[in-house]
């Protein structure tokens, strides 16, 4: 029987920042998977005053707010997408941290501009927006979802000239373009790097829900914002 004088090529090894990356981001997902409901408000002086740090997420009505969050929590139904666009006009709290502890909180913000939706709520909702992104003091990051194909809508816009003063302080802020997957390899490159210009020293990422796009930076980078000072473990 004739022997090969070449050992075999030892299995390719992943290096150690690939470990180090899959572990973070178990613990990133493992976390975000603990989302819970905590309280809903009508209004602002509903909310709880809290100390843990609070993510807030909006976006026009449509971007796709409530599939990001469930997907990022791994939860079908966490967040709830109304039939209607713009019919949801509360602010919905959900509680994170393991063994029932609460390190940080999810903030579903309405979302805003759909057409069907009379002026006067529109103008309600957006005047108690403006004043939860400006005075919630709890508030450590903002997640802005947006429709790279419709780009930014002039109530974004608004959004942003809001929340600038609190992200020149160090407010963490992070624009999502969702439903990347309806978009080709170049138009995403695109849409990207035009939003990178227009987001004012924030993070920009690419998501899609059906193609898994995006999710474990995200999930990172939450997780990071959340639990500031905090080495994620190798």
Known sequence: MTTNSNPPSPAPQSSAKDSTSQTAVSLALGWLHTARFL?????LHFLPPLEVPEIAFVG?????????????????QLAF?????GRTQ??????LGKQGLTDA????????????????????WQQVMANYL???????????????????????????????PRVQEGLKFLVVLTKADKLTRVEQNKA???????????EVRLFSATKRQGIDEIALLLWQWAHPGQVLPT
Do not use: W
């Open 192 to 202: 990207l790097s035009i939003m990178q210009l227009q987001a004012g020293g924030g």
């Open 39 to 43: 309280t809903t408000a009508p209004q």
């Open 105 to 124: 909180v999810l903030a579903d913000l309405p979302g805003y501009g759909y057409a069907a939706v009379p002026k006067q709520d529109k103008l309600r």
């Open 81 to 85: 997408a109304s039939k209607k666009p």
């Open 134 to 164: 400006v005075t919630r003091e709890n508030l450590k990051a903002i997640v802005l979802l947006c429709d790279p194909r419709l780009g930014l809508t002039e109530l974004d816009e608004i959004l942003l000239d809001i929340v600038r």
């Open 60 to 76: 026009r009505s449509n971007a796709g707010k409530s599939t990001c969050i469930n997907t990022l929590t791994q939860q079908k």
């Open 90 to 95: 509360h602010i919905n709290l959900f509680s």
